[in-house]
């Protein structure tokens, strides 16, 4: 069932969000050649709990009912989603995909930023920037009056112009008390189609792009999620509320990208 926010609700929304935020940007400082996604979830553990929220990730169960066992996916290069952290170290020219969520007050965060290790290539620099740009595009479209396949026909169009895969079997959705609410946002779709628009809607808008084929596979770990050609996956997401001319981002890369920038110097 969807149901729509009071102010109040966005407003706690926004708190779980910003950590979230907060989380990715404590991860940017220390992302490099050497570290391992395990010790990025280490971090992200810490700063959560410190900060009073818990980790929604932590303990989530996979359709088998087996209980995720980190504060934060970790996709690397040609995993899409859901990569369990693990004690292989990041590689310059890698990418990497983190996943963060937390529950603050009752209510969910749930954000992702594809981040670059070290120096990475032009090829792969243009799938961080169109998968993010259809990020945007979508948000665009999240208005009261437009209606769902507004958001996703934005993602699918401006990714597949580019000549990207789009993956389907994973997809955005509400969010409120619970990290995963109706309705389901595919990040492909027609335009004009599905469910209008309201005011107070939140939802989750997570475009997962592959630079080859969209089709995917489930590792061994029954989590994790990769490419069939192994080529490499962007995923961004940001938590948003409809509004009535212009979403309201919940979420923030402001503090991550800022982070980017002082290390770039
Ligand atoms: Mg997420
Ligand atoms: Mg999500």
Request: charged share 25%.
């Given at each position: 069932?969807?149901?729509?926010?009071?102010?109040?609700?966005?407003?706690?929304?926004?708190?779980?969000n910003?950590?979230?935020?907060?989380?990715l940007?404590e991860?940017?400082?220390?992302?490099?050649?050497?570290?391992t996604?395990?010790?990025?979830?280490?971090?992200?553990?810490?700063?959560i709990?410190?900060?009073?929220a818990?980790?929604t990730?932590?303990?989530?169960?996979?359709?088998?009912g087996?209980?995720?066992p980190?504060?934060?996916?970790t996709?690397?290069?040609?995993?899409?989603?859901?990569?369990?952290p693990?004690?292989?170290p990041?590689?310059?020219?890698?990418?990497?995909?983190?996943d963060?969520?937390?529950?603050?007050?009752?209510?969910?965060?749930?954000?992702?930023?594809?981040?670059?290790?070290?120096?990475i290539?032009?090829?792969i620099?243009?799938?961080l920037?169109t998968?993010?740009?259809?990020?945007?595009?979508?948000?665009?479209?999240?208005?009261?009056g437009?209606?769902?396949?507004?958001?996703?026909?934005a993602?699918?169009?401006?990714c597949?112009?580019?000549?990207?895969g789009?993956?389907?079997?994973?997809?955005?959705?509400?969010?409120?008390?619970?990290?995963?609410?109706?309705?389901?946002?595919p990040?492909?779709?027609?335009?004009g189609?599905?469910?209008?628009?309201?005011?107070?809607?939140?939802?989750?808008?997570?475009?997962m792009?592959?630079m080859?084929?969209?089709?995917?596979?489930m590792?061994?770990?029954?989590?994790g999620?990769?490419?069939?050609?192994?080529?490499?996956?962007?995923?961004?997401?940001?938590?948003i509320?409809?509004?009535?001319?212009?979403?309201?981002?919940?979420?923030?890369?402001?503090?991550?990208?800022?982070?980017?920038?002082?290390?770039?110097?």
């Amino acid at each position: 069932m969807v149901y729509l926010k009071t102010d109040d609700e966005v407003e706690l929304l926004r708190k779980a969000n910003l950590l979230v935020g907060d989380t990715l940007a404590e991860l940017a400082k220390v992302i490099a050649p050497g570290v391992t996604t395990k010790q990025l979830d280490k971090i992200a553990y810490t700063f959560i709990c410190d900060h009073g929220a818990v980790p929604t990730f932590l303990g989530f169960p996979n359709p088998y009912g087996e209980p995720f066992p980190a504060s934060i996916c970790t996709s690397v290069n040609h995993q899409v989603v859901h990569g369990i952290p693990n004690d292989t170290p990041l590689r310059e020219g890698d990418i990497v995909s983190i996943d963060c969520g937390t529950k603050l007050n009752g209510y969910c965060g749930d954000s992702c930023y594809t981040f670059a290790v070290g120096e990475i290539s032009e090829e792969i620099l243009k799938l961080l920037t169109t998968t993010k740009e259809s990020l945007y595009k979508a948000i665009e479209q999240a208005v009261v009056g437009h209606r769902l396949g507004d958001i996703s026909n934005a993602v699918q169009t401006h990714c597949e112009a580019q000549g990207y895969g789009v993956v389907r079997q994973f997809v955005g959705h509400g969010i409120g008390k619970e990290m995963h609410e109706d309705p389901q946002i595919p990040n492909y779709g027609r335009r004009g189609n599905g469910m209008l628009l309201k005011n107070g809607l939140c939802i989750a808008i997570e475009p997962m792009i592959t630079m080859g084929t969209k089709e995917i596979f489930m590792q061994e770990d029954r989590w994790g999620i990769v490419t069939r050609d192994k080529k490499p996956a962007a995923h961004f997401e940001h938590s948003i509320c409809v509004r009535k001319d212009k979403a309201d981002v919940l979420s923030s890369f402001e503090k991550i990208e800022k982070v980017l920038r002082e290390k770039s110097l």
